[in-house]
């Protein structure tokens, strides 16, 4: 109903929304593909891509998906090209980059390994990460979790899920300092949905994707790169941890880590932007 107003007003020539693969995304594309054809809509995929947003209907999908996808790097541009047959994809990059990221910060291989925890701000995958991280310390004293909440966490439901208000182990902290330098101390970042990881890769930061049993994948990679570790259990992930935590090992993949993110938002490119929303 809102999007017919909205559309028997205005009657605009093209309708840019984020592409991330959400059911009123869908909806608003059988309306404007089924209604409104002489509009144009445009999808950006402006963060990691989600599994939801490579989804393939059979029946409806011409109808569902956006005449153009913008991507942010050649990454999702090759991803899409894969599965998404009914719309233009165009690799336009990301407006917020402007430099190529390189290592800035030195290894830190001090006595105690520091992981930067990063949890979404979904409840059930708050308490699920952290909940992971909680067992961990406790088991192993020389990992250190530095767990940055996602603004939206409602911490009175994080505190009756998992009954944090015991006291915590020493080696795990609930920081109050911001994320660049969380992550420069950091040598690993454990997470599943978040998009921060990225914000860790950028930073030189080894990702550990916590997988869960008989689930779809959240994380940005299926296992395809030698620096993006996966962990189901507080034992595997010590014995990754304790495999990886060295020079050879880390220098290397940081590096590989950085070329990932480089690779998956380049420079935005303003002139193909401009043919796109002049045509």
Same mark, same amino acid.
């Given at each position: 109903?809102?999007? @017919?107003? $909205? %559309?028997? #007003?205005?009657?605009?020539? =093209? !309708?840019?929304? *984020?592409?991330?693969?959400? /059911?009123?995304?869908?909806?608003?594309?059988?309306?404007?593909?089924?209604?409104?054809?002489?509009?144009?809509?445009?999808?950006?995929?402006?963060?990691?891509?989600?599994?939801?947003?490579?989804?393939? @209907?059979? $029946? %409806?999908? #011409?109808?569902?998906?956006? =005449? !153009?996808?913008? *991507?942010?790097?050649?990454? /999702?541009?090759?991803?899409?090209?894969?599965?998404?047959?009914?719309?233009?994809?165009?690799?336009?990059?990301?407006?917020?980059?402007?430099?190529?990221?390189?290592?800035?910060?030195?290894?830190?291989?001090?006595?105690?390994?520091?992981?930067?925890?990063?949890?979404?701000?979904?409840?059930?995958?708050?308490?699920?990460?952290?909940?992971?991280?909680?067992?961990?310390?406790?088991?192993?004293?020389?990992?250190?979790?530095v767990c940055r909440f996602h603004p939206l966490t409602n911490f009175s439901k994080l505190h009756k899920a998992i009954d944090i208000k015991k006291k915590l182990p020493k080696n795990i902290i609930f920081s109050s300092s911001n994320l660049e330098n969380d992550l420069k101390k950091s040598n690993y970042a454990l997470y599943r949905g978040s998009a921060s990881i990225f914000t860790a890769m950028k930073n030189g930061v080894i990702p550990i994707y916590l997988k869960i049993n008989d689930e779809i994948n959240i994380g940005i990679s299926n296992n395809k790169y030698e620096w993006h570790l996966n962990a189901n259990t507080p034992d595997e992930l010590y014995k990754k941890i304790v495999n990886t935590f060295n020079n050879n090992y880390l220098k290397k993949n940081r590096d590989d880590v950085m070329k990932f993110y480089n690779k998956y938002f380049e420079n935005f490119n303003y002139t193909k932007f401009k043919k796109i929303v002049t045509k």
């Open positions: 109903y809102q999007f @017919n107003l $909205i %559309f028997n #007003k205005f009657n605009p020539k =093209n !309708i840019f929304f *984020t592409y991330e693969g959400y /059911s009123w995304e869908k909806a608003l594309c059988i309306l404007i593909n089924s209604k409104y054809k002489n509009t144009q809509t445009i999808g950006f995929q402006h963060t990691k891509i989600y599994s939801k947003t490579l989804f393939k @209907n059979k $029946i %409806f999908e #011409k109808e569902m998906e956006p =005449n !153009i996808i913008l *991507t942010t790097g050649k990454f /999702s541009s090759d991803a899409f090209s894969e599965t998404k047959k009914f719309s233009q994809i165009i690799n336009i990059g990301k407006p917020e980059k402007k430099e190529i990221y390189k290592i800035k910060n030195k290894i830190n291989l001090d006595k105690n390994i520091r992981i930067c925890v990063l949890p979404e701000g979904i409840d059930e995958e708050c308490y699920r990460l952290i909940s992971f991280a909680l067992k961990c310390a406790k088991k192993y004293k020389d990992l250190i979790f």
